[in-house]
């Protein structure tokens, strides 16, 4: 099915450890964005991209890198992982401004 | 920046009574409004969304929201509530003149319906 899908669903890091979080939307849709959600602050958009090749900075995005070397991909990562980056990080991809987003199903990480 | 405030963090309803979702926004001269649902252990799935026209929105699974500028909210209702009602509850904003930089979320409303 079309859609967003984000790899891995879940992972343990330990503090200091680094890894990459994939998401890969099959729709041609230029818009694409990370979001990390946590209990009581709803979602809060971490980087986001216009098109192949670009990447901005959102609300929170201390900690984080992202990369969007082909249209269909948007990766997010953390180069040293800490406990406040403990979260369920969700992929959004979009045709444009006004047509909503569709979501990938969460990358849940827990940092020890 | 634009901000949106939703009311109630919890909102215990009976099956089959009516609910509404209470959401507001800082005021622009015009914005996007957006509902999503959360069901458990999933994403994001768009319920309906205000870009201009009527203010009265029909999204999916009987849901509407009205939209009042005057007022600057979008409250999220449903005539009679449902057992797979239960979930998370997102209001988001964009503004259409302003950068590509993504929705502004509140911080969501979780509906449990009680049997």
């Known amino acids: 099915n079309a859609g967003v899908t984000q790899t891995p669903k879940f992972r343990v890091l330990k503090t200091g450890q680094s890894m990459t979080l994939l998401c890969a939307q099959d729709m041609n849709h230029e818009y694409m964005y990370w979001y990390r959600q946590d209990p009581g602050m709803g979602l809060r958009l971490i980087h986001y991209s216009v098109g192949e090749g670009t990447t901005a900075k959102g609300e929170v995005p201390d900690g984080y890198n992202v990369s969007r070397l082909k249209k269909q991909n948007f990766l997010l990562g953390l180069e040293s992982a800490a406990p406040s980056q403990t979260s369920v990080y969700f992929c959004a991809s979009s045709p444009d401004r006004s047509y909503g987003y569709t979501f990938g199903s969460g990358t849940r990480l827990t940092v020890v | ?115």
Do not use: M
């Not at chain 2, 979702?21 to 994403?43: E, K």
């Not at chain 2, 999204?59 to 009679?80: D, M």
């Not at chain 2, 259409?96 to 319906?113: E, M, R, S």
């Open chain 2, 1 to 115: 920046a634009q901000s949106v405030t939703q009311l109630d963090s919890q909102v215990p309803v009976f099956e089959e009574a009516p609910v509404e979702l209470r959401c507001n926004y800082s005021s622009s001269v015009s914005v996007y409004l957006f509902w999503y649902v959360q069901y458990p252990n999933q994403g994001l799935q768009l319920l309906l969304k205000y870009l201009s026209g009527s203010t009265l929105v029909k999204g999916i699974n009987g849901f509407e929201a009205e939209f009042n500028k005057s007022q600057t909210s979008f409250h999220l209702r449903k005539p009679s509530v449902h057992i797979s009602d239960t979930a998370e509850y997102f209001c988001a904003v964009s503004d259409p003149g302003g950068g590509a930089d993504g929705l502004t979320f509140g911080k969501g409303t979780h509906l449990i319906i009680q049997p």
